[in-house]
Nanobody
């Protein structure tokens, strides 16, 4: 089983950037596909991005394409989400998630991911 801890959230002005990190401990990190979700106040948790075990495949929600980039460093047991051109609508708690299921594009459902971190708050001011 893997444990996930997010960091890197904070307050940023619109148009700014943040990089979130997700540090994993426990079972071998490279055996998990990783993902980021987010949850804004009063809204459902939604998919943001996912990356395969090797880092060779990625998938994004339409609303972040061209602005966010997911990556991972298996030697450091860490996944990242680089967020550029942030908008007030990006304000949310961002969660890291992991799955041992086989890679597939369109795997955007919360139920696909068995392991979750506690989240990190991102606030974008206008």
């Amino acid at each position: 089983q893997v444990q996930l801890v997010e960091s890197g959230g904070g307050l940023v002005q619109a148009g700014g950037s943040l990089r979130l990190s997700c540090a994993a401990t426990g079972r071998t990190f490279s055996t998990y596909d990783m993902a980021w979700f987010r949850q804004a106040p009063g809204k459902e948790r939604e998919f943001v991005s996912t990356i395969s075990r090797s880092g060779g495949s990625t998938d994004y929600a339409e609303f972040v394409k061209g602005r966010f980039t997911i990556s991972r460093d298996n030697a450091k047991n860490t996944a990242y989400l680089q967020m550029n051109s942030l908008e007030p609508e990006d304000t949310a708690v961002y969660y890291c998630a992991a799955t041992t299921r086989l890679w597939a594009y369109g795997r955007h459902g919360r139920a696909e991911y068995a392991y979750w971190g506690q989240g990190t708050q991102v606030t974008v001011s206008s």
